[in-house]
């Protein structure tokens, strides 16, 4: 079950924790995202121990993977879908948790709504 989170709280969290709960939301995002998008992927957990191997290069790669699983997530509820894996890419290289937010931000609308796109609650 995909929860939705409260992305100020994670944010906070991230800070306080020193990159602990950072590092949580990490991997929930990957999972999360595989889950919403209904595709296979690089689990959380992988995808942290690579970038951690290849000096947070991998995570570049990550980011623009997660937009690519955003458009497949939004066009399977035929929403419109832009190219966001290039906007994460930037996002990774200069803000890395702003990205992170505007990632949650999508899976909490994802999950709100309903078969037919329609926001549900």
Same mark, same amino acid.
């Given at each position: 079950?995909?929860?939705?989170?409260?992305?100020?709280?994670?944010?906070?969290?991230?800070?306080?924790?020193?990159?602990?709960?950072?590092?949580?939301?990490?991997?929930?995002?990957?999972?999360?995202?595989?889950?919403?998008?209904?595709?296979?992927?690089?689990?959380?957990?992988?995808?942290?121990?690579?970038?951690?191997? !290849?000096?947070?290069?991998?995570?570049?790669?990550?980011?623009?993977?997660?937009?690519?699983?955003?458009?497949?997530?939004?066009?399977?509820?035929?929403?419109?879908?832009?190219?966001?894996?290039?906007?994460?890419?930037?996002?990774?290289?200069?803000?890395?948790?702003?990205?992170?937010?505007?990632?949650?931000?999508?899976?909490?609308?994802?999950?709100?709504?309903?078969? !037919?796109?329609?926001?549900?609650?």
């Amino acid at each position: 079950m995909i929860q939705e989170r409260n992305i100020a709280l994670c944010i906070v969290l991230s800070i306080v924790t020193c990159g602990l709960y950072g590092i949580y939301w990490f991997i929930c995002l990957t999972n999360e995202m595989n889950a919403v998008a209904k595709v296979e992927g690089t689990s959380g957990g992988v995808a942290f121990l690579l970038s951690i191997i !290849t000096c947070n290069i991998y995570s570049l790669y990550w980011g623009y993977k997660q937009g690519e699983k955003i458009d497949i997530a939004k066009s399977n509820r035929g929403l419109p879908s832009n190219n966001s894996g290039i906007l994460y890419l930037i996002l990774c290289i200069c803000l890395p948790i702003v990205a992170w937010a505007l990632m949650q931000n999508e899976i909490n609308m994802l999950v709100r709504m309903d078969g !037919t796109g329609n926001i549900v609650g």
